[in-house]
């Protein structure tokens, strides 16, 4: 997630802030992974880059229109060969992997060796969490969740789906246009009715909602897994709740600012930044400048920079490391 590119609804959709991998893409520079002190521990030489996760991280070899993915370990060791065209990386020792053919792209799922281990090909899927992973059958053209198997537990009947988090997944109905979202548990019950334009995944309790359609309408909130709204709709923009505290932006939806608030709803980081994530690891990367002239960098819960601004786009910190890239 870097500039918060959001391609497709359905990326954003299924993500768990960087959980099942956010994908950076570029030409003119090269993703690498650097420490918390800010030093690279693999050099930038990637086209794009994921999370690590289960020691594991997905890394594109070439560029998003030519290049292939393939998997490194955490000293930047090659153990699974750069031959797919999408992944979302390791989860519950098994990763979603695209691969197209002709016009078709389809979905399957590999474990660590790079064996295909569900042989059903989906049109669409995520990661594994619980057991569950959300995909899209080919022959219904809709969303459900299969278990380890590969057999359907929560039948395909949904627009859209999310991962699983704290026992909910979000599911939408609805063309893209007019997408209304909601969340069910594991069992596939409604828990939470489709009323929200744009739900993100539960966090520390809490999941960020847009309550209307209107995109310039800075409506957005936070509600618990009652539904209940706990913290008032007001921001242009909202992410998760990590390490107690939530990136939001103030004022306009193009011109406002990024800055962290806290449960009780109290701005706690000033809004300053051009752009934030949430924190992980007990740090944030946060963007200075405008998208012409930005550069990232990450703060402390204090809102204090530790590696000052620097790379052109930064991603969340996992397993001690964090994907950044620089320009060639």
Do not use: H
Request: one cysteine or more; hydrophobic letters at 40%; charged letters at 25%.
């Amino acid at each position: 997630m870097v500039k918060k590119i959001f391609v497709l609804i359905i990326t954003v959709l299924f993500s768990l802030s960087c959980m099942s991998g956010c994908t950076f893409l570029g030409t003119n520079y090269k993703f690498g992974y650097i420490d918390k002190e800010g030093n690279f521990v693999i050099e930038p030489q990637y086209g794009s880059a994921l999370n690590f996760s289960e020691g594991l991280a997905g890394v594109l070899y070439g560029t998003a229109d030519y290049g292939k993915w393939g998997f490194i370990d955490l000293n930047g060791n090659l153990v699974i060969d750069p031959k797919y065209d999408r992944t979302r990386g390791f989860y519950e020792g098994l990763a979603p992997v695209m691969t197209k053919e002709k016009n078709s792209e389809t979905w399957t799922f590999i474990d660590k060796e790079g064996n295909t281990v569900i042989d059903t090909e989906f049109l669409d899927a995520s990661v594994f969490i619980d057991g569950l992973a959300p995909v899209k059958s080919i022959t219904e053209d809709k969303y459900g969740f299969i278990n380890k198997e590969g057999e359907f537990v929560i039948p395909p009947k949904f627009d859209i789906c999310s991962i699983f988090s704290e026992g909910f997944a979000l599911y939408g109905v609805g063309p893209e246009e007019s997408l209304e979202t909601g969340f069910i548990n594991s069992k596939g019950e409604i828990v939470i009715e489709a009323e929200y334009t744009f739900c993100r995944a539960f966090s520390e309790g809490l999941s960020a909602v847009k309550v209307s359609s209107d995109r310039n309408e800075a409506d957005w909130g936070f509600i618990d897994s009652t539904g209940k709204m706990v913290i008032e709709p007001q921001y242009a923009l909202a992410g998760s709740f990590k390490d107690g505290l939530a990136p939001v932006k103030i004022g306009d939806v193009q011109d406002g600012k990024w800055g962290y608030i806290n449960k009780e709803g109290e701005l706690v980081i000033e809004a300053k930044f051009a752009d934030a994530l949430s924190f992980s690891e007990g740090l944030a990367a946060v963007m200075e400048g405008d998208t012409r002239n930005s550069q990232w960098g990450f703060i402390d819960k204090t809102g204090n920079f530790v590696i000052e601004p620097q790379f052109y786009a930064a991603g969340e910190f996992s397993q001690g490391l964090a994907p950044v890239a620089v320009i060639e």
